[in-house]
C-alpha cells in the first residue's frame, strides 16, 4: 500500500487525536512498528505499521484530529493507491493553492458571466471534497484566508455571516479584536473533547431528577467507625434496584421509539482526573461477589490513573453511578448520556437530625439524586427504583 489510513479503533470511534509521531519522514519502519500514539475515547493507543518500508511522509501533527479511514503516513516506492489523488488534494487544500487553482480552472470552464457568489460555492465545493465531504471547512475567499493568516486567526472555527455563510472582513476582525481582550481560544482536545460530544449528544434526553435520602446509620458500629465502602455499597445497590425494575438497565433509541432491556448490568462509573472526567465500565455487577467486584473497580481506576484503559473497557455501559459525594455537594443534575435512559447521583454523606423510633437523633444520610430519561421511563418506574436504591443502602 502507498497510504496507510487510521484503522477502525473499536465500535463507535470514529476520530483520535495524534499524541506522538514515534517516526519521521525517511525512517525505515518494520512491521507491527508502533509508529504513532492517538488518544480516542479517552485513552491512549499506540498503532502499529501494518507493513515494512521507509516513510515519505506524515499526515497530521500532534494535537490534530484524524478520522477514521483518512491517511495517517504514506510509504516511499509504492504504485499510488486509490487514496492518493485524495491525499493530494487534502495536501493541497491546506496550503490553499489547491484550493484557488481549482477554483479558477472551474470559473474559467463555467464562462466569464460567473459572479463572485459563484465562485465562492465553486471554493466551498472543491474545499468540502478535499476534507471527503465529512469536515467543516470556512467558506471564505483568498483575500479573506490572507487577511485570517495576517491576524493569527483561525478561519476554521468562524462562522461566516455574508450571503452563502461567506467569511467576512467584519467576522475576521471581530474574532480578532475578541482574541486582543480576552485572550486565545483553545480547542478541546483528548478526554475533554470526548466529554463535551458526549454532553452535546445528551440534549436529545427528556431528563427527570428525583432527589431522595438513604439513612445509612447502620453502617456504623458504636464507635462510629465505618463499616463499608460507600462505593461498593452502590454498585450492589443499583445492581438490587435493577431486578425490581429491570427497564432501568436499557438502552432506548430515539429514532423509531424503541427501548432494549439488558440483562447483564455494565455499570458505567464516573471517575474525576486532573486530565477530566473518565467513565470505566465495571462489567456484569449482578453475577460477581462483593470482592471480586471492588477489585475489578480497583483495576479500571489504576488504568485509568496510568491512561493505559483499553476503549473497549469505555463502552457499552448500560447505566452509571456518579459518587460526586466523595468531593462535594450535597444533591446534583446529573446526565443521560444516551442510549442509557438513567444515572443514579450520590451525594456528601453527613450528619444529620432525623426522627428515629419517635424519638429524634443525629443519623449519616447519603443524599441521592436520580435522572431518568422519561421518553422511555415512567415516573412510577423511576421512584420505584430509587426506593430500591434506599431500601438497600438502609440495610
Not at 459572479?115 to 478535499?130: K, L, T, Y
Not at 455574508?162 to 467584519?170: A, E, P, R, S
Not at 455501559?317 to 459525594?325: C, D, K, P, R, V
Request: glycine fraction near 8%; proline fraction near 4%; charge should be negative.
Amino acid at each position: 500500500m502507498k497510504y496507510f489510513k487510521l484503522p477502525d479503533l473499536g465500535e463507535g470511534l470514529q476520530e483520535a487525536e495524534i499524541v506522538e509521531w514515534h517516526i519521521s519522514p525517511g525512517d525505515t519502519v518494520a512491521v507491527d512498528q508502533i509508529i504513532v500514539s492517538v488518544e480516542t475515547a479517552k485513552a491512549i493507543v499506540d498503532v502499529p505499521s501494518p507493513q515494512a518500508g521507509v516513510i515519505a511522509a506524515l499526515f497530521g501533527a500532534e494535537g490534530d484530529i484524524i478520522h477514521t479511514n483518512e491517511p495517517l503516513v504514506e510509504y516511499a516506492g509504492e504504485n499510488d493507491a486509490d487514496t492518493g489523488t485524495v491525499v493530494g488534494v487534502i495536501a493541497e487544500a491546506t496550503t490553499g493553492a489547491g484550493v484557488k487553482a481549482e477554483s479558477s480552472n472551474n470559473r474559467n470552464r463555467q464562462g466569464s458571466n460567473k459572479n463572485a457568489s459563484q465562485g465562492a460555492e465553486i471554493d466551498q465545493f472543491i474545499i468540502g471534497s478535499a476534507q471527503g465531504g465529512t469536515h467543516n471547512r470556512s467558506f471564505s475567499t483568498p483575500a479573506i484566508r490572507a487577511l485570517a493568516k495576517r491576524l493569527n486567526v483561525d478561519i476554521n472555527s468562524l462562522k461566516g455571516t455574508g450571503q452563502h455563510q461567506l467569511i467576512t472582513i467584519d467576522d475576521v476582525e471581530r474574532a480578532h479584536k475578541v482574541t486582543q481582550d480576552f485572550g486565545e481560544e483553545k480547542t478541546l482536545k483528548g478526554v475533554r473533547r470526548v466529554m463535551a460530544k458526549a454532553m452535546t449528544k445528551s440534549q436529545e434526553v427528556v431528563k427527570v431528577t428525583i432527589f431522595d435520602d438513604a439513612d445509612i446509620h447502620q453502617w456504623y458500629g458504636d464507635q462510629h467507625s465505618v463499616k463499608t465502602d460507600p462505593t461498593m455499597r452502590l454498585i450492589r445497590a443499583i445492581g438490587e434496584a435493577c431486578k425490581v425494575e429491570p427497564q432501568l438497565n436499557a438502552w432506548f433509541n430515539g429514532d423509531n421509539l424503541s427501548i432494549r432491556i439488558i440483562d447483564n448490568i455494565d455499570l458505567g462509573i464516573a471517575v474525576d482526573t486532573e486530565d477530566g472526567l473518565f467513565v470505566p465500565v465495571l462489567r456484569d455487577i449482578n453475577n460477581r461477589s462483593d470482592t471480586n467486584l471492588k477489585q475489578g473497580f480497583d483495576a479500571l481506576r489504576k488504568a485509568v490513573k496510568s491512561r493505559k484503559i483499553p476503549p473497549k473497557e469505555m463502552m457499552g455501559a448500560t447505566i452509571t453511578l456518579s459518587n460526586f459525594g466523595t468531593i462535594a455537594g450535597k444533591y446534583g443534575n446529573p446526565v443521560v448520556v444516551p442510549p442509557m435512559v438513567s444515572i443514579l447521583g450520590a451525594g456528601t454523606i453527613h450528619d444529620q437530625v432525623v426522627a428515629f423510633n419517635g424519638d429524634t437523633a443525629i443519623h449519616p444520610i447519603m443524599p441521592l439524586s436520580f435522572s431518568f430519561d422519561h421518553r422511555a421511563v415512567t415516573g412510577g418506574e423511576a421512584a420505584r427504583f430509587l426506593k430500591a436504591i434506599m431500601n438497600d443502602l438502609e440495610e
